[in-house]
């Protein structure tokens, strides 16, 4: 099992970055692949990002593609998501999850295992 815990998240002007993280506890990071998902008021929750366990594989929903960048630092059991040249549309909660199969990097959120609490991301004009 693993207890995931996301930081990072704020209020940022439309154009400006943010960086999330994922700090993991319990198994092994790597044992996993991770990915971000967001959800906004009144919408479902969509998939944004995914990694596989050694940073060799990346998907990108295609709303964040060339903005946003995932990555890991499995030394220090953490995951991250990069977030530049952010726009009002992209105002959700964030959600790190991983999964246990760490070779692949899904977009399906019912293959993830275990997920964080959230963070708010807030981009305003």
């Known amino acids: 099992q693993v207890q995931l815990v996301e930081s990072g998240g704020g209020l940022v002007q439309a154009g400006g970055s943010l960086r999330l993280s994922c700090a993991a506890s319990?198994?092994?990071?790597?044992?996993?692949?991770s990915g971000w998902f967001r959800q906004a008021p009144g919408k479902e929750r969509e998939f944004v990002a995914a990694?596989?366990?050694?940073?060799?594989?990346?998907r990108y929903a295609d709303s964040v593609r060339g903005r946003f960048t995932i990555s890991r630092d499995n030394a220090k059991n953490t995951g991250y998501l990069q977030m530049d040249s952010l726009k009002p549309e992209d105002t959700a909660v964030y959600y790190c999850?991983?999964?246990?199969?760490?070779?692949?990097?899904?977009?399906?959120?019912?293959?993830?295992?275990?997920w964080g609490q959230g963070t708010q991301v807030t981009v305003s004009l």
């Open positions: 319990g198994r092994t990071f790597s044992s996993y692949a």
């Open positions: 990694i596989n366990w050694s940073g060799s594989m990346t």
């Open positions: 999850a991983v999964d246990s199969r760490p070779r692949v990097a899904t977009m399906q959120a019912g293959e993830y295992d275990y």
